[in-house]
């Protein structure tokens, strides 16, 4: 039997970088198969006139467009040149929205997703998608021959709200190669603990409020890193070093290990790949309980989750982590462990490439 030729279209923005970076690799090292993948980023321009999730009203307004709806049009020309050129036996889109360039046919096409238009809308403080908007990605979805979200959140979302029956879903974390895992955290080697932020949206995620809280109550206790390519200004004082934008290989070996814990108050996310490198590094993490973030930590064993908006709960919960350098301890390798069993980037991202592989060959069902 001909090798399955697998089509796979990477969105070279945002946290699906690391995803195509991590899926490519895996593609490349299979025998088993052919590979083509489409790396792209949508003129920005274009881009200026999609909608986004994270659009206040006003941007709203100013983006009239869905993106999903572009890429049936102009934008996603690239991509129906690709499929018409090497006529695959499999597509596999990642983020979906793109998936709009692919209307028709008899390849079957699998999407990969953080997120849906109405999880987003009922769960997290955003102006909302309209009924039409979520209807034009429910039949995007609905077309798909299997979706892999990245978290049982978005997963109970397809089912829920599409109707898509959990036979077409299989959950597909955040995931690293472990080749790439940082040695593990020093632990409490730190005379006074280090609390490291990562993040491209210092408002957003909330750096600005936890260097009021290591300035404020927290004073004299801990240390905080920022790592940042954010263009706005950075939080200063003595009790925060800001280290700009690092390379991956330096925030996953020379930063991470030097860290007591990792804290993400972030106001607007989904399943941040950051958490999963955290866990690797066996860092205990202080994060927001909102999207897929619950399938990165697990609170009181893994970590602490604290609702978005609670200072005072953000607060309490670095505040125990600082006092006991045991519990910082345990934690860490409990979810340095876990990990271990959930987010292996070379287990997770070969199972789906069997899946990819079985959907792609007519007559065989996917195991």
Known sequence: MAKTHILFVANDVLGWATYARQLEAALRMRDDLRATVLHRAPPRIAMQLARRHADGALGRALRPFDPIAMHEGMLGRDIRAAIARHRPDIIHVAAHWPAGAVTGGDIPVTLALDTTRPALTRDLPLPGWSAAEIETEATLCRKAAHLFPMSHWAADSLREDFGIGMDRITIQ???????????????????????????????????????????????????????????????????????????????????????????????????????????????????????????????????????????????????????????????????????????????????????????????????
Request: aromatic fraction near 4%; charged fraction near 20%.
């Open 173 to 367: 974390p955040p995931s690293l190669d472990p080749a790439q895992w940082p040695p593990p955290a020093g632990g409490a080697v730190n005379a006074v603990p280090q609390i490291l932020f990562v993040g491209n949206n210092l408002l957003r995620k909330g750096a600005y409020r936890l260097a009021d809280w290591v300035g404020g109550p927290l004073s004299g206790r801990c240390h905080l890193h920022i790592v940042s390519g954010d263009s706005a200004p950075p939080p200063k004082g003595p009790h925060v070093t800001c280290h700009g934008p690092l390379s991956h290989a330096q925030l996953m070996q020379e930063l991470l290990p030097r860290m007591d814990l990792f804290c993400l108050p972030t106001r607007l996310d989904m399943s941040p790949f950051v958490l999963v490198e955290a866990a690797a590094a066996g860092l205990p993490v202080v994060s927001s309980a909102l999207g897929g973030i619950p399938d990165l930590v697990e609170d009181g064993v893994t970590g602490r989750l604290v609702a978005p908006e609670d200072d005072a709960g953000f607060v309490a919960a670095l505040s125990a982590l600082l006092e006991d350098p045991a519990l910082r301890a345990r934690m860490g390798e409990t979810a340095r462990a876990r990990a271990a069993q959930r987010f292996d980037g070379r287990r997770n991202f070969d199972a789906l490439i069997d899946r990819l592989i079985a959907l792609g060959q007519p007559g065989k069902v996917a195991a």
